[in-house]
């Protein structure tokens, strides 16, 4: 299988960039961030201090998790219900923020992820699959851009959804994001030796989207 790892922070344009380019190179689309935001919601719904690792780990036995991809879109099935729709909040990006530093969380979610890759072409956006989850992908490229530039994207996101945030609220969650997603001890959130970067703080997403499709048809042509 021919395997595209896009990883980066949060708000680099990277699910919408990773969507739109698989779907024009006729790829399946992955986003791991998804299976880590539906471990975060479970525990926020248990009433689980997300903080405390303990307590995490103890409600993975408890979680049954899958992706269906239905007419190219993504949907994770969090013990038989479609939870898609009920992880994008802000609550729930913290939450998720929180677990992805659990070690047990993320060999729970080690084998699926692979086991997609090996199942399908696919192209997957995450923060550690370059580095970890998928270190033989054909591909692998880094997408980033400033804080203040992801935070205003992601503003202006949550207004659209009728979110009640103030764009300062929204840079100080990416700020502490990022500065958890960098520095926890396990797959810490980098670039991996043989990443591209692509910087899209000046790009539009239609450039961004060129710009990961040119590196992908240097090297695949399908
Ligand atoms: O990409 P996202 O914003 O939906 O990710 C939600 C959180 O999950 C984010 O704080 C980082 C974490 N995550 C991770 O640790 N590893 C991944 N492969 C994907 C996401």
Same mark, same amino acid.
């Given at each position: 299988?021919?395997?595209?790892?896009?990883?980066?922070?949060?708000?680099?344009?990277?699910?919408?960039?990773?969507?739109?380019?698989?779907?024009?190179?006729?790829? !399946?689309?992955? /986003?791991?961030?998804?299976?880590?935001?539906?471990?975060?919601?479970?525990? %926020? +719904? *248990?009433?689980?201090?997300?903080?405390?690792?303990?307590?995490?780990?103890?409600?993975?036995?408890?979680?049954?998790?899958?992706?269906?991809?239905?007419?190219?879109?993504?949907?994770?099935?969090?013990?038989?219900?479609?939870?898609?729709?009920?992880?994008?909040?802000?609550?729930?990006?913290?939450?998720?923020?929180?677990?992805?530093?659990?070690?047990?969380?993320?060999?729970?979610?080690?084998?699926?992820?692979?086991?997609?890759?090996?199942?399908?072409?696919?192209?997957?956006?995450?923060?550690?699959?370059?580095?970890? !989850?998928?270190? /033989?992908?054909?591909?692998?490229?880094?997408?980033?851009?400033?804080?203040? %530039? +992801? *935070?205003?994207?992601?503003?202006?996101?949550?207004?659209?959804?009728?979110?009640?945030?103030?764009?300062?609220?929204?840079?100080?969650?990416?700020?502490?994001?990022?500065?958890?997603?960098?520095?926890?001890?396990?797959?810490?959130?980098?670039?991996?030796?043989?990443?591209?970067?692509?910087?899209?703080?000046?790009?539009?997403?239609?450039?961004?989207?060129?710009?990961?499709?040119?590196?992908?048809?240097?090297?695949?042509?399908?």
């Amino acid at each position: 299988m021919f395997n595209i790892a896009i990883d980066g922070p949060s708000g680099a344009g990277k699910s919408t960039v990773a969507r739109a380019a698989a779907k024009q190179l006729g790829f !399946i689309y992955v /986003d791991t961030g998804a299976l880590y935001r539906a471990i975060g919601l479970f525990a %926020v +719904r *248990a009433g689980a201090d997300t903080k405390d690792a303990g307590q995490i780990v103890q409600l993975l036995d408890g979680i049954e998790l899958s992706l269906k991809i239905e007419d190219g879109t993504q949907h994770v099935i969090m013990n038989g219900e479609d939870v898609s729709g009920l992880i994008r909040t802000p609550e729930i990006s913290m939450a998720a923020s929180d677990v992805s530093k659990v070690p047990e969380v993320r060999t729970f979610l080690l084998q699926l992820q692979r086991d997609i890759a090996a199942q399908n072409d696919c192209l997957m956006d995450g923060r550690d699959i370059a580095t970890v !989850i998928l270190p /033989d992908a054909q591909i692998k490229i880094f997408l980033t851009a400033s804080a203040e %530039v +992801r *935070a205003k994207r992601r503003y202006l996101e949550l207004l659209e959804k009728g979110e009640n945030v103030t764009y300062g609220e929204v840079l100080d969650d990416v700020n502490k994001r990022d500065y958890q997603d960098s520095h926890r001890e396990i797959a810490p959130l980098k670039p991996s030796e043989q990443s591209v970067i692509v910087d899209t703080s000046d790009m539009s997403l239609e450039q961004s989207t060129e710009a990961v499709i040119s590196i992908v048809r240097e090297k695949y042509n399908k």
